[in-house]
């Protein structure tokens, strides 16, 4: 089993940054991606953005193209989200994500089988 264990949200200013933090344990040999989402309350879970666990393959979704940066540390090994010139709208529920093969691990929640705690990033007009 993997687990995931979220850090780092908060309150921010529009414009401004934050850093989450997705640390993996258990049987991290099995993750080949990790993605981001987020919800919001009544509203289903967004996709982000998704980096294979190499390094090889990412994308974002447009919404936060630009703005947000994936990164990762195959040693520890821990997922990273970094959000930038944040707006109101990004104010939501995050949620990391682990997927155990390329054909699960695209934009649809459905294909991803480990989940961290989700962490609340509220954002200030």
């Known amino acids: 089993q993997v687990q995931l264990v979220e850090s780092g949200g908060g309150l921010a200013q529009a414009g401004g940054s934050l850093r989450l933090s997705c640390a993996a344990s258990?049987?991290?040999?099995?993750?080949?991606?990790m993605a981001w989402f987020r919800q919001a309350p009544g509203k289903d879970r967004e996709f982000v953005g998704r980096?294979?666990?190499?390094?090889?393959?990412?994308y974002y979704a447009d919404s936060v193209k630009g703005r947000f940066t994936i990164s990762r540390d195959d040693h520890k090994p821990t997922g990273y989200l970094y959000l930038s010139s944040l707006k109101p709208e990004d104010t939501a529920v995050y949620y990391c994500?682990?997927?155990?093969?390329?054909?699960?691990?695209?934009?649809?929640?459905?294909?991803?089988?480990?989940w961290g705690q989700g962490i609340q990033v509220t954002v200030s007009s």
């Open positions: 258990g049987h991290t040999f099995r993750i080949y991606a």
């Open positions: 994500a682990a997927a155990r093969s390329s054909y699960g691990s695209g934009r649809d929640p459905a294909g991803y089988d480990y």
């Open positions: 980096e294979s666990w190499s390094g090889s393959s990412t």
